[in-house]
């Protein structure tokens, strides 16, 4: 492994407590969704999101976040927990229950936004520029997240133009991260590479991230391509966590393990341990029944046996 | 999917029928193999590696690769069908069976060659400058692929610069296509994009290939990495044909329909229809009983399933 540079550093943000748990049919308390992200921490990881300040008739497995915030209170300073708001509404309870970091969600096209959320792109895009104005003089950190950045399910593909658009304006507006969502998993490298690319060139690689789900198997593709274009920061869950039990390993976001290892192995730094990663993932598979595990663990298994035997 | 121009056309070659059946449990009959070659040959594919002239009892399934040859003679004068020889006496049994294409062995490491073909690595490089010269006056194609070019299982990480000396005079001697191989799946895509550039800089493109296996779950991040660097051809296995069954998914090649699903979607031209290629991913499935299928399937199942709900 390559020492660490400011260069080679990477920040990757494990949204399996919430991205993964609410994809997935088993709803676990709030004691066992602690219990997760302390396994993700005492792996080395700093940035994890917790849960989400959403309707939990729509969404249950997201019920009690803020029980979660108040589990994980002593996690210390250099942690960085966020959770998930769709609205002003989620604001004001995420920041009751003491959220330090929220995670506002904009969209790539209105019928996302109508599904998601029941509103236009447009009212997303207000009612985040609101959100953005309070947090700040609330002192609380905002990642603003475009989500279906590159195709939606219901219109089709989105325009790159309106992502640069809509990431010019919130960039402008001081949101603290921009994160650009392939919500769905339909994005590929190519236009991973050429959307962040235009992205970095205008705004630099510092407040940008990158979100990709591995439906279509590109997801470790998408974070190379990515990473290419100069980005240093990648959500990703533990054990691929979020994969429909329907259809198995088809549409969970890229596993943490994984891309900690390809990242690694590329000579990055992202300061997390891959046996504690192991040991999480393992857990993550205990405590839901599907998660279906990165790739890293079968060949961190192989690489173990190969010592073994030599 | 935009229209074909040459920058945008790109060769996959399956391997499926040589890499792929060499390294999972079942054996098949040569008019299996053939079978299994004349539904890629019927999806579009143009390249298909069919077997292997090497010793039946070390490769039990390769044994009879004359058949398959006989059985493909009809192929049709666009197709490129190549076998894989490890020696000299593998090259005169592959052109006394008629062989046009030939993929002979190079090696990045002394313990591969010799585990793999009981010779040192120079001495694998002088059969293979012997054989390039009979090749050519007998009128036969001929692959070089440096095995191991990245790392080796025994020997450990493999220097680059030995790779591109080894490329260079292969390809100065006039091999008709030099082949990169990460035989064990261990590169990463920043290793793959770098190595490849620095020989796609030097010697061009056109006869430059790319063989990767999905061990770490890196293969199409490694693809997509080599296509950044302008590589054209890239070797695939249907079904993702080779997967270790004790260790489902870990050391397969990387799946022909995945990556072909990943070059069209990224505006590229194989010249190879998906759906045919799903029906060959199914009937090598079940001939073998274990190749574990690529990604592509299930996505174009959901998006089947999606035109049929909206």
Not at 100 to 115: F, N, P, R, T, W
Not at 157 to 182: H, K, M, Y
Request: net charge negative; glycine share 10%; proline share 5%.
């Amino acid at each position: 492994m390559m020492s660490a540079s400011p260069h080679n550093a990477v920040t990757v943000n494990d949204v399996g407590p919430r991205d993964g748990l609410q994809n997935q049919p088993k709803i676990l308390t709030p004691a066992e969704r602690v219990k997760l992200v302390k396994a993700l921490l005492g792996a080395g990881m700093t940035h994890v999101e917790v849960g989400a300040f959403v309707s939990p008739k729509a969404v249950p497995a997201m019920a009690g976040a803020d029980e979660v915030l108040a589990g994980l209170a002593g996690a210390g300073d250099n942690t960085v927990l966020t959770v998930l708001i769709p609205n002003v509404r989620g604001y004001e309870l995420a920041a009751a229950a003491g959220a330090k970091s929220v995670c506002m969600v904009l969209y790539g096209s209105d019928a996302m936004a109508q599904a998601n959320a029941g509103m236009s792109r447009k009212q997303a895009e207000d009612a985040t520029a609101e959100i953005l104005q309070q947090a700040h003089s609330d002192g609380v950190r905002v990642i603003s997240t475009i989500a279906v950045a590159f195709e939606c399910p219901f219109d089709g593909p989105v325009e790159p133009q309106l992502v640069a658009e809509i990431a010019s304006r919130f960039l402008e507006l001081g949101t603290d991260e921009l994160c650009i969502a392939d919500t769905i998993g339909a994005a590929n490298p190519q236009q991973v590479r050429s959307l962040t690319q235009a992205l970095v060139d205008r705004h630099g690689a510092e407040q940008i991230g990158c979100h990709f789900h591995d439906t279509r198997a590109m997801g470790l593709a998408n974070v190379f391509a990515a990473a290419e274009s100069g980005i240093r920061k990648f959500d990703a869950s533990i054990g691929g966590l979020g994969g429909c039990p329907f259809a198995p390993g088809a549409s969970g976001n890229v596993a943490t393990e994984d891309v900690v290892m390809m990242l690694e192995q590329m000579g990055h730094d992202t300061g997390i341990d891959l046996d504690g990663l192991m040991r999480a993932s393992e857990l993550a598979q205990d405590l839901t029944g599907t998660a279906p595990g990165g790739r890293a663990s079968a060949w961190i298994k192989q690489d173990v046996m190969k010592r073994r035997t030599r």
